[in-house]
Every structure is written in structure tokens, then in C-alpha cells.
């Protein structure tokens, strides 16, 4: 199989696995026949009482919530994914320095990839410190 089959391939996996995941989500947007959201329904006036799906109410509090589920959620298994793609380019290389080397690099840059979305998590309470004065 060529690189631009298997490009292709993966592309319209991705496309195929995104599709699902928006459909999925939408067919499953409703409960009971209600829409989800608490909807009580009523002949004049209806209310609506929508919960908080994040759990906090500041805006440092959902940057910490979106940067702790990148640097956990979607870093360490891209980090996995790099570090084997790396070895494989390694293995495969056939004593073929150039191909041995980029190998090297991907497994590089995976490492590095991976410490900065892990120094990524304390940046925010250090700019919170810095903007509070020090304060707790």
C-alpha cells in the first residue's frame, strides 16, 4: 500500500469516527421524547433549568477543568501513540541512518511534547498567583 492510500484511508477513518460522534451525540440529545435540559413544559410559560456541566463558575477554574483534560485525556495517549510510531521508524530503518534519525526525532519530540502539556497545567496557577499578588 502506498503512503497516499494509506493517507487517504486514514483521513476517511477520521471522517468516518467524527461523523459518528456528532450523530451519536445528537440521537442520544433527547430523553423520554423531553429535550435534555430539564425542559417542565406548561401551557403558557416554560422553564428551563440548564445545570452546570463543567462544575466550576470562574474563568480560571474551566481553563484548569480544559487544560488538566488535554494534558491527561488527550496527551498521554498521543504521547503513546508517538513513542510507538518513533520505535517503529527506528526498527524498520534497516541500518538506514537518515530513517534511524528521524525515528530518534519522533521520540523526541513526543518527550518534549509531553512535558510541556504537563508544565502546561501549572501555568495557569502561576499566571493566577502573578495577576493576585501572591495571594492564595
Known sequence: MTK????????GMAASAG???VLGA?????????PSG??????????????????????????????GFLATTIA???????????????????GDP?????GRKTLLYAAIGFAVALLATGVTSLIQNILNGGAP
Open 4 to 11: 497516499m492510500r494509506i493517507g487517504k484511508a486514514l483521513t
Open 19 to 21: 461523523a459518528f460522534l
Open 26 to 34: 445528537t440521537a442520544f440529545a433527547t430523553t423520554n421524547g423531553q
Open 38 to 67: 430539564g425542559s417542565t413544559g406548561g401551557a403558557g410559560g416554560t422553564s428551563i433549568t440548564l445545570t452546570n456541566p463543567l462544575g466550576v463558575s470562574t474563568f480560571p477554574g474551566v481553563v484548569n477543568n480544559v487544560i
Open 76 to 94: 498521554i495517549p498521543l504521547t503513546v501513540i508517538f513513542v510507538l510510531v518513533g520505535a517503529f521508524q527506528m526498527i524498520t530503518s534497516s
Open 98 to 102: 537518515e530513517k534511524f534519525t528521524k
